[in-house]
């Protein structure tokens, strides 16, 4: 989209099915080897291959970078720019696309923490006669394959990374994990995830205190991320996402709607 002239973006209004697709992540910490950017780099590169795979299918927006963070804002060069203005721009991007008559829009999503502010934004493009998806590619990853199951800053982000930008990955700066449990019996298993006899609860802390290494969850240790593995995860989710957009892109989406 960032390529086009006003004049060629208002042709799109012609082209019936279009999907757009918004890669979107954070500026923040990423554990003892990760770069800040990794939860944008990823995506940004997801969509690229999408887009080279289906030039004619889908209209892909420039990345957004920051994003929702503030329990990881106090690991030095992290960027948390908070729900509300999180909400704004991507209410801005769905403004802009239906502008061009697009109405189908994929948030391919590489943080957590912008989960809250992709449902209102959807809700507001729905709401208009719209529809959007989501895709959060380390979800995916793990529902596909077991041993792809994602912590936060560890080995599957890591390896994912490695094969997008290598050279911004450090293995060579790899450190033990850090982990300040509650107790013996409140264990701390993810980033706000404590285990309690078998189940967990969720107990949010300041990240700085609870995971001070900056990476958490499903013993994703940083020290086993292979740049071959996160290759292998890459044309995965990019080929399931090739998949799923062509589906999306015959939905009727007059079908279902009740509401005014």
């Known amino acids: 989209m960032g390529a086009l002239t006003w004049k ?11 999907v757009a697709i918004l890669p979107l992540g954070s500026l923040e910490e990423h554990g003892p080897i990760g770069p800040l950017a990794t939860d944008a780099i990823i995506p ?3 969509a690229a ?8 299918e889908v209209l892909v927006l420039p990345t957004m970078p920051y994003g929702v963070t503030p329990a990881l804002k106090n690991f030095p060069g992290s960027v ?9 721009v991507l209410k801005g991007c769905v403004d802009a696309v239906l502008s061009c008559g697009v109405r189908r829009l994929l948030f391919l999503n590489g943080h957590g923490g912008n989960v809250a502010a992709i449902d209102t934004a959807s809700l507001y493009l729905y709401k208009q006669g719209g529809q959007a998806a989501e895709i959060d590619w380390w ?3 793990g529902q596909m394959r077991q041993e792809w199951m994602c912590g936060h800053g560890g080995g599957i982000e890591a ?3 490695m094969a997008v930008r290598p050279d911004w990955v450090h293995p060579g700066d790899c450190f033990a994990s850090e982990v300040a449990h509650f107790s013996e019996r409140l264990r701390n298993v993810h980033i706000h995830s404590v285990e309690f006899e078998g189940a967990t609860v969720k107990m949010v802390r300041d990240v700085v205190d609870s995971i001070p290494s900056g990476d958490a969850g499903y ?10 593995v996160g290759g292998e995860i890459l044309e995965a989710v990019v080929d399931y996402t090739v998949r799923f957009v062509r589906e999306f892109a015959g939905l009727d989406l ?4 009740r509401g005014g």
């Open 49 to 56: 291959r999408i887009e080279a795979r289906m030039p004619d």
């Open 44 to 46: 940004d590169a997801m």
């Open 8 to 18: 060629k973006a208002q042709e799109l209004r012609s082209r019936e099915g279009l």
């Open 219 to 228: 013993g994703d240790s940083p020290a086993r991320a292979d740049e071959k």
């Open 159 to 161: 390896a994912v990374a």
């Open 254 to 257: 007059s079908v279902g709607r």
């Open 80 to 88: 948390d720019i908070g729900y509300e203005a999180l909400c704004a």
């Open 139 to 141: 979800v995916l990853c």
